[in-house]
Every structure is written in C-alpha cells, then in structure tokens.
C-alpha cells in the first residue's frame, strides 16, 4: 500500500513563498512525481511534473515562479513556489505514477491560500 504524505500548505501573501513537500511510503520507483492542484468550483488542473530522470514539465501559468524538484532515493517531491499570487489558492494534490502496472497514487491535498 503506497501512501503520499503532504506537507507545507499554508496562508501566504501575495508576492510569498511556500515551499510543498510530499513523501511516498512504500518501495517503488516513481515513473513520473508531481503536483496538481483544484480550486473551488474549478477542475483540477496539472501544476508541475518531474520524471525519474529529472525532466521537468510546468503549467504556463507558473512557468519561472515555481519549481519542482524530487529526491529518488527518498521518494520526495517537492514544489518550491515564489513570488505567489492570489491566483494560486487552491488545495495542492501530490501525485506519483508507476508505468509499469499503470498504478496511480494521489495524496490528501493540502490547503494553499495567497492572500491580497
């Protein structure tokens, strides 16, 4: 049983940092590691992705203020965001992918909120 466990949600303002961070339990190596976030009343939408060999893809709308990393050995993600706008506010979802057996796993969210 794979468990993703996220960290460092929080209320910001606008113009801030936070950083995300989210450890996947078990003894798989990740395909594919990244963040997906939802906003209220809106779909969830991709916000970065990092494959295992470091290759990274982002939303434009976070292109230069946000940057993913992953730690393989540790099976971490992590999601530095700067220069945050109120736009921003949504629950953040950690999310990591094994091509081999198609298996997909998502953590509980954890809350971000950018004030203005």
């Known amino acids: 049983q794979v468990q993703l466990v996220e960290s460092g949600g929080g209320l910001v303002q606008a113009g801030g940092s936070l950083r995300l961070s989210c450890t996947a339990s078990?003894?798989?190596?990740?395909?594919?590691m990244g963040w997906y976030r939802q906003a209220p009343g809106k779909q969830r939408e991709l916000v970065a992705t990092i494959i295992s060999g470091g290759s990274t893809n982002y939303v434009d709308s976070v292109k230069g203020r946000f940057t993913i990393s992953r730690d393989n050995a540790e099976n971490t993600v992590y999601l530095q965001m700067n220069s945050l706008k109120p736009e921003d506010t949504a629950v953040y979802y950690c999310n990591a992918y094994v091509l081999r057996g198609n298996y997909d796993y998502w953590g509980q969210g954890t809350q971000v909120t950018v004030s203005s």
């Open positions: 078990g003894r798989f190596r990740f395909t594919t």
